[in-house]
């Protein structure tokens, strides 16, 4: 066997042909995701209205549509590899080390350098960097991360400790023989990844999808009418066919998926500051609409260290405890009254029967040396020590007082071993066996010790035989200080946490006690000991079973999965916390796998979103931010519709209905006469730049603030689509009633003419309802972005009203200063170029703020109707389902729960950012408003030049 190790040199050449000691990660290439901005619905709209005006020999129009089309392609690529290199740093603060033995030195370096023939140090605490055969020594592994055994395992020269399992007793150093995806963890994890996820991608992939879907078959539907009824009035094939490309340009949310990008990968940035880095952006979307969290106990619910609790039993006698006690008190006076107390007694007697002095050598050494008063046990020598034995579940030590040089054992352990010990009367057996069941039924676990006093001759501590019982220490993996309070919040927030443990049913529902989760705790002999992964009817066997308990004990890795995907096929959403390899398949199951601090890589590989730090309420604020961030992108989405559905019914409605030429002044002169055409439409560039505007300003939807929603955050098509179609069609009919005016406006006894305000022919008319429309626009966002509430209830961010400002000062300079200049056969004059009333725009802006308002109550009116009349299942943001629609019943002590927390001001909802927090906008922000501004300043210069 080598015993010198590899040279840098061999390493090296071994590393390029093994490769990298990690797991393979799928990633796409960045050429591939610029790709998948150019295809998809949307974009083969652009593609079609792009050739449409280049087989027009509109060259310019067809240049600008490809422009955006990589404009928008670029932006979506470039979001998507910051949100990308942000997880990767994100991780880098992840990286394992081992010790190994590279030139003949013992170098630390990182575990993914490792390859096989490397000679890596294997000490106490630390992590089996690869699959490696052990030299000489022993050493005690704990492998629950891979296997699901919760007792460490004893391995021996010659055996094989597996990657990813952590030593816990004991020293040697091994030989590296398999690394990455080679061992048995790497191939565990393998068969995970290659497992597809039920969901993958969520419901927001559907969402996009179907409002895609939908707009195009509205797009193509209108685009089909409007140009066979043009050609049916005599258009021309040409004019006909560039009203089309009016329509279905305006028909394209250009930025939809750009948008609902950034909005997530800003969400995956804000919570990376709460101690979550997202692996899958998409997992976002679907925590927010969690409702049942499975969580696990140790080192999530609790600290993952026992601790001494205050509750103890005494079985000595008082002459041992009186003389024992006096013994310790007479080198430390200052201890007396700390002494008296029986627990103290105890603990101490428990640490003589360590090295108080040496570092623990396992959990129990470390919880009795954490709260012993070692002070105390420096007034004792000792004699002889036998470490703990696994098989005999004991510890024992002989030590003599230095004050007088009295002897006297002591041992800690097991009870039951202890008790037998002790050979106890049966009475006494009785009595103590009585004692440590009471404390188990509680499951509060108990740790006996035993005392011998020696007069003369000191025994081998083997042969000692008068042990007297001294009492019995209780010992807990207590909660976390937080875990109460955000399992309350939890619980406000419409999210169910069940326990899911592999401690006894005991031990978890004392915990599920202390924690006000309710005591319906089962046996996982309740389960299936084996489940079919594609089992369909795990829902309807055992769903309501699963639901109507707080938690399982006893469980294993297949109880787990089983449980998850019931759950699931009952018809909620649930997230699933996991650490080991074990943990890896309901991870992947669930709707969102969570990987807890200190999980393995095939955990974290299973999961969508890693923890960094301890404990559940890290989880509980993901799910309140990804419910901002879903809130959001409902925002954006309703705001989207409804500006698409009002630009297709605008057009098409008025090319049916308005005929310009029948507008025309009759004493005019033909000049005049000219520039009335025979349908309405605008040219396709004042299209793209309200579109352009209008996406740039959207950009900043990511920072808005918002409100989350106290219940599960779920799409609700219907509403949304039925909300925003009634708000387009308020902004619709303000629009068409205004191009009537404006056409009408040279009639006597017009609007116009009733106002003082002077007519306005065609080329200006186009400029006013361009105005109108990008003003309707940008308002329809600030009203959709409130939901259910009017536009005041919620201040906008900074960074939203800064580029909704800038975005409305460039469409009224414009529609205010535009030159004369011709645009697709159609005259364009700005409202404040020539004579006329200067002060035009703003009467536009009084106008589209006076339906804004209107847009807006009407808006709240028909949530309150829907609400009222529960329409398509609709429950207001903030009001919790009512009872009779739960399907789960809950068990918490409402009583205690409303005592406790009543009039609580400090959940995690009131936590919210400053209004003002988007101030520092991120570069990306700033640089795709400079790109919009430098394309929308270039479109005008170039279609002025070209006229």
Same mark, same amino acid.
């Given at each position: 066997?080598?015993?010198?190790?590899?040279?840098?040199?061999?390493?090296?050449?071994?590393?390029?042909?093994?490769?990298?000691?990690?797991?393979?990660?799928?990633?796409?290439?960045?050429?591939?995701?610029?790709?998948?901005?150019?295809?998809?619905?949307?974009?083969?709209?652009? *593609?079609?209205?792009?050739? %449409?005006?280049?087989?027009?020999? =509109?060259?310019?129009?067809?240049?600008?549509?490809?422009?955006?089309?990589?404009? /928008?392609?670029?932006?979506?690529?470039?979001?998507?590899?910051?949100?990308?290199?942000?997880?990767?740093?994100?991780?880098?603060?992840?990286?394992?080390?081992?010790?190994?033995?590279?030139?003949?030195?013992?170098?630390?370096?990182?575990?993914?350098?490792?390859?096989? +023939?490397?000679?890596?140090?294997?000490?106490?605490?630390?992590?089996?960097?690869?699959?490696?055969?052990?030299?000489?020594?022993?050493?005690?592994?704990?492998?629950?991360?891979?296997?699901?055994?919760?007792?460490?395992?004893?391995?021996?020269? +010659?055996?094989?400790?597996?990657?990813?399992?952590?030593?816990?007793?004991?020293?040697?150093?091994?030989?590296?023989?398999?690394?990455?995806?080679?061992?048995?963890?790497?191939? &565990?994890?393998?068969?995970?990844?290659?497992?597809?996820?039920?969901?993958?991608?969520?419901?927001?992939?559907?969402?996009?999808?179907?409002?895609?879907?939908?707009?195009?078959?509205?797009?193509?539907?209108?685009?089909?009418?409007?140009?066979?009824?043009?050609?049916?009035?005599?258009?021309?094939?040409?004019?006909?066919?560039?009203?089309?490309?009016?329509?279905?340009?305006?028909?394209?949310?250009?930025?939809?998926? !750009?948008?609902?990008?950034?909005?997530?990968?800003?969400?995956?940035?804000?919570?990376?500051?709460?101690?979550?880095?997202?692996?899958?952006?998409?997992?976002?979307?679907?925590?927010? +609409? !969690?409702?049942?969290?499975?969580?696990?106990?140790?080192?999530?619910?609790?600290?993952?260290?026992?601790?001494?609790?205050?509750?103890?039993?005494?079985?000595? $006698?008082?002459?041992?405890?009186?003389?024992?006690?006096?013994?310790?008190?007479?080198?430390?006076?200052?201890?007396?009254?700390?002494?008296?107390?029986?627990?103290?007694?105890?603990?101490?007697?428990?640490?003589?029967?360590?090295?108080?002095?040496?570092?623990?050598?396992?959990?129990?050494?470390?919880? %009795?040396?954490?709260?012993?008063?070692?002070?105390?046990?420096?007034?004792?020598?000792?004699?002889?020590?036998?470490?703990?034995?696994?098989?005999?579940?004991?510890?024992?030590?002989?030590?003599?007082?230095?004050?007088?040089?009295?002897?006297?054992?002591?041992?800690?352990?097991?009870?039951?071993?202890?008790?037998?010990?002790?050979?106890?009367?049966?009475?006494?057996?009785?009595?103590?066996?009585?004692?440590?069941?009471?404390?188990?039924?509680?499951?509060?676990?108990?740790?006996?010790?035993?005392?011998?006093?020696?007069?003369?001759?000191?025994? =081998?501590?083997?042969?000692?035989? /008068?042990?007297?019982?001294?009492?019995?220490?209780?010992?807990?993996?207590?909660?976390?200080?937080?875990?109460?309070?955000?399992?309350?919040?939890?619980?406000? =927030? +419409?999210?169910?946490?069940?326990?899911?443990?592999?401690?006894?049913?005991?031990?978890?529902?004392?915990?599920?006690?202390?924690?006000?989760?309710?005591?319906?705790?089962?046996?996982?002999?309740?389960?299936?000991?084996?489940?079919?992964?594609?089992?369909?009817?795990?829902?309807?066997?055992?769903? /309501?079973?699963?639901?109507?308990?707080?938690?399982?004990?006893?469980?294993?890795?297949?109880?787990?999965?089983?449980?998850?995907?019931?759950?699931?096929?009952?018809?909620?959403?649930?997230?699933?916390?996991?650490?080991?390899?074990?943990?890896?398949?309901?991870?992947?199951?669930?709707?969102?796998?969570?990987?807890?601090?200190?999980?393995?890589?095939?955990?974290?590989?299973?999961?969508?979103?890693?923890?960094?730090?301890?404990?559940?309420?890290?989880?509980?604020?993901?799910?309140?931010?990804?419910?901002?961030?879903?809130?959001?992108?409902?925002?954006?989405?309703?705001?989207?519709?409804?500006?698409?559905?009002?630009?297709?019914?605008?057009?098409?409605?008025?090319?049916?209905?308005?005929?310009?030429?029948?507008?025309?002044?009759?004493?005019?002169?033909?000049?005049?006469?000219?520039?009335?055409?025979?349908?309405?439409?605008?040219?396709?560039?004042?299209?793209?730049?309200? &579109?352009?505007?209008?996406?740039?300003?959207?950009?900043?939807?990511?920072?808005? $603030?918002?409100?989350?929603?106290?219940?599960?955050?779920?799409?609700?098509?219907? %509403?949304?689509?039925?909300?925003?179609?009634?708000?387009?069609?308020?902004?619709?009919?303000?629009?068409?009633?205004?191009?009537?005016?404006?056409?009408?406006?040279?009639?006597?006894?017009? !609007?116009?003419?009733?106002?003082?305000?002077?007519?306005?022919?065609?080329?200006?008319?186009?400029?006013?309802?361009?105005?109108?429309?990008?003003?309707?626009?940008?308002?329809?966002?600030?009203?959709?972005?409130?939901?259910?509430?009017?536009?005041?209830?919620?201040?906008?961010?900074?960074?939203?009203?800064?580029?909704?400002?800038?975005?409305?000062?460039?469409?009224?300079?414009?529609?205010?200063?535009?030159?004369?200049?011709?645009?697709?056969?159609?005259?364009?004059?700005?409202?404040?170029?020539?004579?006329?009333?200067?002060?035009?725009?703003?009467?536009?802006?009084?106008?589209?703020?006076?339906? *804004?308002?209107?847009?807006?109550?009407?808006?709240?009116?028909?949530?309150?109707?829907?609400?009222?009349?529960?329409?398509?299942?609709?429950?207001?943001?903030?009001?919790?389902?009512?009872?009779?629609?739960?399907?789960?019943?809950?068990?918490?002590?409402?009583?205690?729960?409303?005592?406790?927390?009543?009039?609580?001001?400090?959940?995690?909802?009131?936590?919210?950012?400053?209004?003002?927090?988007?101030?520092?906008? /991120?570069?990306?922000?700033?640089?795709?408003?400079?790109?919009?501004?430098?394309?929308?300043?270039?479109? %005008?210069?170039?279609?002025?030049?070209?006229?």
């Amino acid at each position: 066997m080598n015993e010198t190790g590899l040279t840098s040199a061999e390493a090296a050449d071994l590393l390029t042909l093994h490769g990298r000691n990690e797991l393979p990660e799928t990633r796409l290439s960045s050429w591939r995701i610029f790709v998948s901005g150019l295809i998809g619905p949307m974009p083969f709209m652009l *593609w079609a209205a792009a050739i %449409v005006e280049m087989a027009l020999e =509109n060259y310019v129009d067809g240049s600008i549509l490809f422009c955006i089309l990589f404009v /928008n392609a670029t932006i979506a690529w470039y979001e998507r590899i910051k949100a990308g290199n942000a997880v990767d740093a994100l991780k880098s603060a992840l990286v394992a080390s081992a010790e190994v033995l590279r030139d003949q030195k013992w170098v630390k370096i990182e575990s993914a350098l490792i390859v096989p +023939g490397d000679i890596v140090k294997l000490g106490s605490g630390g992590s089996v960097p690869a699959d490696c055969k052990l030299h000489v020594g022993t050493i005690d592994v704990d492998q629950s991360s891979l296997t699901g055994e919760s007792l460490p395992v004893t391995l021996t020269e +010659g055996e094989l400790a597996m990657m990813g399992c952590t030593v816990s007793r004991g020293e040697c150093n091994a030989t590296v023989q398999k690394t990455g995806a080679k061992t048995y963890f790497g191939q &565990t994890a393998a068969l995970i990844n290659s497992a597809s996820k039920s969901g993958d991608g969520g419901d927001m992939n559907r969402v996009i999808l179907t409002t895609m879907l939908v707009l195009s078959v509205a797009s193509l539907a209108l685009c089909i009418a409007s140009s066979i009824y043009l050609k049916l009035k005599g258009e021309s094939y040409r004019d006909a066919l560039e009203f089309a490309v009016v329509v279905l340009v305006a028909s394209i949310p250009l930025a939809l998926e !750009v948008v609902v990008t950034t909005t997530l990968a800003l969400g995956a940035t804000q919570l990376s500051k709460h101690g979550a880095i997202v692996s899958r952006l998409s997992a976002l979307e679907q925590l927010a +609409g !969690v409702d049942i969290l499975c969580s696990d106990k140790t080192g999530t619910l609790t600290m993952n260290e026992m601790q001494i609790q205050q509750q103890c039993v005494m079985f000595a $006698n008082n002459s041992i405890r009186s003389s024992e006690t006096l013994a310790i008190q007479d080198d430390h006076p200052e201890q007396q009254e700390d002494c008296e107390s029986s627990q103290d007694f105890l603990l101490t007697h428990a640490a003589l029967a360590t090295r108080w002095r040496e570092v623990p050598r396992d959990a129990l050494d470390t919880m %009795v040396l954490g709260a012993a008063n070692l002070m105390a046990c420096d007034a004792f020598t000792q004699l002889d020590y036998v470490p703990f034995d696994p098989a005999v579940k004991v510890t024992k030590a002989t030590v003599q007082r230095k004050l007088d040089g009295r002897v006297l054992s002591v041992c800690k352990g097991a009870p039951h071993v202890v008790i037998n010990m002790c050979n106890p009367t049966h009475a006494a057996r009785t009595h103590a066996m009585h004692e440590v069941e009471a404390l188990g039924a509680r499951g509060i676990r108990a740790l006996a010790i035993a005392i011998a006093v020696h007069d003369d001759v000191v025994p =081998n501590i083997e042969a000692v035989s /008068n042990w007297q019982l001294a009492g019995l220490l209780t010992f807990l993996d207590p909660p976390r200080p937080d875990t109460k309070d955000t399992v309350d919040k939890a619980a406000e =927030n +419409g999210v169910e946490v069940k326990m899911l443990t592999g401690d006894h049913i005991l031990i978890a529902r004392e915990m599920a006690r202390m924690l006000s989760m309710g005591t319906q705790i089962l046996s996982a002999s309740t389960l299936p000991k084996d489940v079919d992964p594609e089992d369909k009817k795990l829902g309807l066997r055992y769903g /309501n079973m699963c639901l109507n308990s707080n938690g399982f004990a006893e469980v294993n890795p297949g109880h787990k999965y089983m449980i998850v995907e019931a759950i699931r096929q009952s018809g909620h959403i649930v997230a699933m916390t996991g650490d080991g390899v074990n943990d890896a398949p309901a991870l992947k199951r669930a709707d969102v796998g969570i990987a807890v601090e200190g999980a393995t890589d095939a955990a974290r590989a299973a999961s969508d979103i890693v923890l960094t730090q301890p404990g559940l309420s890290t989880i509980i604020d993901a799910i309140i931010v990804s419910r901002g961030v879903f809130q959001r992108m409902r925002s954006f989405l309703v705001y989207r519709i409804s500006a698409t559905v009002q630009l297709l019914l605008f057009f098409s409605i008025a090319v049916f209905v308005f005929r310009p030429t029948k507008y025309a002044p009759s004493d005019e002169d033909a000049s005049v006469d000219k520039l009335y055409p025979t349908y309405f439409h605008v040219p396709v560039l004042f299209l793209m730049l309200i &579109t352009l505007l209008n996406d740039g300003c959207l950009l900043t939807i990511g920072y808005d $603030n918002v409100t989350p929603s106290k219940h599960p955050a779920k799409w609700n098509l219907p %509403v949304l689509f039925l909300v925003a179609i009634v708000m387009s069609l308020v902004a619709l009919f303000s629009s068409l009633l205004l191009l009537h005016f404006a056409l009408a406006s040279s009639r006597d006894g017009s !609007v116009f003419h009733m106002l003082g305000l002077p007519e306005l022919h065609f080329d200006q008319i186009i400029t006013l309802m361009y105005l109108k429309i990008s003003i309707s626009d940008f308002l329809t966002l600030f009203s959709a972005r409130t939901n259910d509430k009017f536009f005041f209830h919620s201040m906008p961010s900074l960074s939203l009203c800064v580029a909704a400002t800038v975005s409305l000062v460039i469409s009224s300079v414009l529609a205010s200063f535009w030159p004369k200049s011709m645009l697709d056969s159609l005259h364009i004059r700005g409202l404040a170029i020539g004579e006329g009333n200067k002060l035009m725009p703003l009467y536009v802006w009084a106008y589209s703020l006076f339906w *804004w308002i209107i847009q807006d109550v009407v808006k709240v009116l028909l949530y309150k109707v829907i609400g009222a009349c529960e329409l398509f299942g609709y429950v207001p943001d903030n009001h919790p389902p009512k009872k009779g629609k739960k399907k789960r019943t809950v068990h918490f002590d409402a009583a205690t729960f409303e005592n406790d927390y009543e009039g609580d001001t400090g959940s995690l909802v009131g936590s919210q950012r400053p209004i003002y927090e988007g101030l520092h906008i /991120n570069k990306s922000l700033i640089v795709n408003l400079v790109i919009i501004s430098i394309i929308v300043v270039a479109l %005008v210069v170039t279609r002025h030049g070209s006229v």
